[in-house]
């Protein structure tokens, strides 16, 4: 297969460092950089912007490895920078460890000529070379590497299509799904947000001949986010400003909406804050939102509802990951019929329950908190692209039962109560209706997390969820309790669904 080539022209050293920060963007564990180019030609440039870029600081010390022949940092994706040019056989490659810091890190490989034919296959190429008062970068390769570093490059034009092409870009965050944040800033002027949303790659069909996206209605583009964000903005949500869009790639430009969450300085939560959360909640809650949402003039975004098939293949998750893992096999047909049976009754319960905009993963951490502010624009919320017309009672479920934060039953209590406080100060609420709700919710979305926090381990490798699991239990426990839920929970217990495993 062919490499593909692309050009960039540098004009000067602040280009060809800028050129380093966004291949740095793009660097994943088990990526190889094969930086090419005569004395004088920049590479020592590109790779202390890359270096220092991972690492997060302008001012990093990054040596020449000329007679070390290789420096390792403990970067964001420990990166390890080789100098080739003192190699005296190709053979010595395995001395240096090559092999060995691409399975826990990154390579940049200065005098690539060196290695011979011991250079990885799918090493991303990159070649500086003069051109009349600046220098070109030549990047070729195939794979994913040089994907993303294409991707990556496409971001970089954006930024200067918006008037932000000399920011730095920096990683911000990342999530479970393809998405990633950089915070891009320059000069005299509030950082910015850069998102990058690829568009949804739909995965093998799951039931019905649909993928599992499909079903569960997942946003495929990002002209979700935009719709909803602008819809949210303009009835006093606090969101994103959006200051540039190519909706084509998936790339936004957003207002920097802060970085302080809800956890104190000991780690633990904040009750006045998930409060504030759910009077926020309350004053969505009490508002008409319609279905079909404007992303640009002419594009539109169509709020898929929660309905039973996107409940019941999210519940599935508990019986396709979970049950395997705490068994050691599959889960049998007779469970599973047991299963749909009890969920499909209680999700007949769920009809005639107020329907809302409800935004699906309203926990903290995607809550900023913004002291400096008052009344609702204290809060900050992101990441809404996934919101779908769904029972109100959820998005108080995912608020109280943080997944990723232990929340006592105490504050889950007072979040609760100022949610439906709030929702009686203006009008009639059924708060009996709202309790049962709240109960089926949190249950779907604790099962369903159960399911989801073992498939990033098992089939992402992620491991680092399953310490989430005993809190997970915990608050299934809690919605359980509820009457309406009794034959659920007996069907859980009889299968130990609910007992303490160790990861």
Same mark, same amino acid.
């Given at each position: 297969?062919?490499?593909?080539?692309?050009?960039?022209?540098?004009?000067?050293?602040?280009?060809? $460092? #800028? %050129?380093?920060?966004?291949?740095?963007?793009?660097? *994943?564990?088990?990526? @190889?950089? &094969?930086?090419?180019?005569? =004395?004088?030609?920049?590479?020592?440039?590109?790779?202390?912007?890359?270096?220092?870029?991972?690492?997060?600081?302008?001012?990093?010390?990054?040596?020449?490895?000329?007679?070390?022949?290789?420096?390792?940092?403990?970067?964001?994706?420990?990166?390890?920078?080789?100098?080739?040019?003192?190699?005296?056989?190709?053979?010595?490659?395995?001395?240096?460890?090559?092999?060995?810091?691409?399975?826990?890190?990154?390579?940049?490989?200065?005098?690539?000529?060196?290695?011979?034919?011991?250079?990885?296959?799918?090493?991303?190429?990159?070649?500086?070379?003069?051109?009349?008062?600046?220098?070109? $970068? #030549? %990047?070729?390769?195939?794979?994913?590497?040089?994907? *993303?570093?294409?991707? @990556?490059? &496409?971001?970089?034009?954006? =930024?200067?299509?918006?008037?932000?092409?000399?920011?730095?870009?920096?990683?911000?965050?990342?999530?479970?799904?393809?998405?990633?944040?950089?915070?891009?800033?320059?000069?005299?002027?509030?950082?910015?947000?850069?998102?990058?949303?690829?568009?949804?790659?739909?995965?093998?069909?799951?039931?019905?001949?649909?993928?599992?996206?499909?079903?569960?209605?997942?946003?495929?583009?990002?002209?979700?986010?935009?719709?909803?964000?602008?819809?949210?903005?303009?009835?006093?949500?606090?969101?994103?400003?959006?200051?540039?869009?190519?909706?084509?790639?998936?790339?936004?430009?957003?207002?920097?909406?802060?970085?302080?969450?809800?956890?104190?300085?000991?780690?633990?939560?904040?009750?006045?804050?998930?409060?504030?959360?759910?009077?926020?909640?309350?004053?969505?809650?009490?508002?008409?939102?319609?279905?079909?949402?404007?992303?640009?003039?002419?594009?539109?975004?169509?709020?898929?509802?929660?309905?039973?098939?996107?409940?019941?293949?999210?519940?599935?998750?508990?019986?396709?990951?979970?049950?395997?893992?705490?068994?050691?096999?599959?889960?049998?047909?007779?469970?599973?019929?047991?299963?749909?049976?009890?969920?499909?009754?209680?999700?007949?319960?769920?009809?005639?329950?107020?329907?809302?905009?409800?935004?699906?993963?309203?926990?903290?951490?995607?809550?900023?908190?913004?002291?400096?502010?008052?009344?609702?624009?204290?809060?900050?919320?992101?990441?809404?692209?996934?919101?779908?017309?769904?029972?109100?009672?959820?998005?108080?479920?995912?608020?109280?039962?943080?997944?990723?934060?232990?929340?006592?039953?105490?504050?889950?209590?007072?979040?609760?109560?100022?949610?439906?406080?709030?929702?009686?100060?203006?009008?009639?609420?059924?708060?009996?209706?709202?309790?049962?709700?709240?109960?089926?919710?949190?249950?779907?979305?604790?099962?369903?997390?159960?399911?989801?926090?073992?498939?990033?381990?098992?089939?992402?490798?992620?491991?680092?969820?399953?310490?989430?699991?005993?809190?997970?239990?915990?608050?299934?426990?809690?919605?359980?309790?509820?009457?309406?839920?009794?034959?659920?929970?007996?069907?859980?217990?009889?299968?130990?669904?609910?007992?303490?495993?160790?990861?």
């Amino acid at each position: 297969m062919a490499k593909t080539v692309l050009e960039r022209f540098l004009a000067d050293e602040a280009a060809t $460092a #800028r %050129l380093g920060e966004d291949l740095a963007m793009a660097l *994943r564990t088990g990526d @190889s950089i &094969a930086l090419k180019g005569d =004395l004088g030609a920049g590479k020592s440039t590109l790779a202390r912007a890359l270096i220092r870029a991972l690492a997060d600081d302008a001012n990093l010390e990054v040596p020449s490895p000329t007679f070390t022949l290789v420096q390792s940092y403990e970067t964001r994706i420990p990166v390890h920078h080789f100098d080739l040019y003192r190699l005296s056989s190709p053979d010595e490659l395995d001395e240096l460890g090559l092999d060995d810091t691409l399975a826990q890190g990154a390579a940049l490989i200065e005098w690539p000529e060196r290695a011979g034919d011991r250079l990885p296959a799918n090493a991303l190429q990159v070649e500086l070379a003069e051109q009349g008062a600046g220098r070109v $970068a #030549r %990047l070729s390769g195939q794979g994913p590497a040089f994907e *993303r570093a294409a991707r @990556s490059l &496409a971001m970089r034009d954006f =930024l200067t299509s918006a008037g932000w092409g000399e920011a730095g870009r920096r990683h911000f965050v990342g999530d479970a799904s393809a998405r990633s944040y950089e915070i891009v800033s320059r000069p005299g002027q509030a950082s910015r947000v850069l998102m990058n949303s690829p568009r949804l790659v739909l995965g093998p069909p799951v039931r019905d001949g649909k993928p599992y996206a499909v079903i569960a209605h997942t946003a495929q583009s990002v002209a979700a986010f935009v719709a909803i964000d602008r819809a949210l903005l303009a009835a006093g949500v606090g969101v994103p400003a959006i200051h540039a869009q190519d909706l084509d790639q998936g790339f936004l430009l957003l207002e920097h909406l802060g970085s302080e969450g809800f956890l104190g300085s000991d780690g633990h939560p904040i009750a006045e804050r998930y409060e504030a959360a759910a009077e926020l909640l309350a004053m969505m809650h009490g508002k008409a939102w319609p279905d079909r949402m404007e992303a640009a003039p002419g594009v539109f975004h169509e709020v898929p509802p929660f309905d039973r098939d996107a409940m019941l293949i999210e519940a599935d998750l508990l019986v396709d990951w979970y049950v395997p893992w705490i068994t050691g096999k599959p889960a049998s047909d007779e469970l599973r019929a047991g299963y749909h049976k009890e969920w499909n009754a209680l999700l007949d319960r769920l009809a005639g329950q107020e329907y809302t905009l409800m935004l699906r993963d309203f926990h903290s951490p995607n809550i900023i908190w913004r002291a400096e502010r008052s009344g609702f624009d204290r809060l900050g919320i992101v990441d809404v692209q996934d919101a779908l017309i769904g029972p109100a009672a959820y998005d108080v479920a995912s608020l109280a039962m943080d997944a990723r934060v232990s929340v006592s039953p105490e504050i889950e209590r007072r979040t609760v109560d100022a949610y439906i406080a709030a929702r009686h100060a203006v009008g009639a609420f059924d708060e009996t209706s709202f309790a049962e709700a709240y109960a089926i919710m949190a249950a779907q979305r604790n099962s369903k997390i159960l399911g989801i926090f073992v498939r990033l381990e098992k089939r992402d490798g992620k491991p680092y969820y399953l310490k989430h699991l005993p809190r997970i239990r915990d608050y299934l426990r809690r919605a359980l309790a509820h009457p309406a839920l009794g034959h659920l929970k007996e069907f859980y217990m009889a299968h130990g669904l609910l007992e303490e495993r160790s990861p």
